[in-house]
């Protein structure tokens, strides 16, 4: 049994006083990870909900190049070994 290293990236979200920290090892898909940043943070993914009230959130992450992308853009492995950072944005 051999365990995957730790990969911690912050994750910060629009209108919250705090930062919190991630290990992106512990998911093994996006529907895993935006399922936990959902109940991390207490709201729901607009795409998933269809809000047309203003509530709803986008999931973006930084690359290694520093440019911002949407969460699901690239395949999951890529996405584990690019991302330096998380927002969640209104």
């Known amino acids: 049994?051999?365990?995957k290293p730790t990969i911690l990236v912050k994750v910060s979200m629009d209108g919250a006083p705090y930062l919190r920290k991630i290990d992106l090892n512990l998911y093994k898909c996006y529907i895993e990870l935006l399922?936990?940043?959902e109940d991390m943070f207490n709201?729901?993914?607009g795409k998933e909900t269809g809000n047309k009230d203003g509530?709803?959130?986008e999931t973006t992450y930084?690359?290694?190049?520093g440019d911002w992308m949407l969460v699901g853009d690239v395949p999951w492995?890529?996405?584990t070994t690019s991302c330096k950072?998380?927002?969640i944005i209104k």
């Not at 930084?62 to 190049?65: L, P, Q, T, V």
């Open 1 to 3: 049994f051999q365990s």
């Open 35 to 37: 399922n936990a940043l």
């Open 43 to 45: 709201f729901k993914i």
């Open 55 to 57: 509530t709803e959130y």
């Open 62 to 65: 930084e690359d290694k190049d």
């Open 77 to 79: 492995e890529m996405f």
């Open 85 to 87: 950072r998380l927002r």
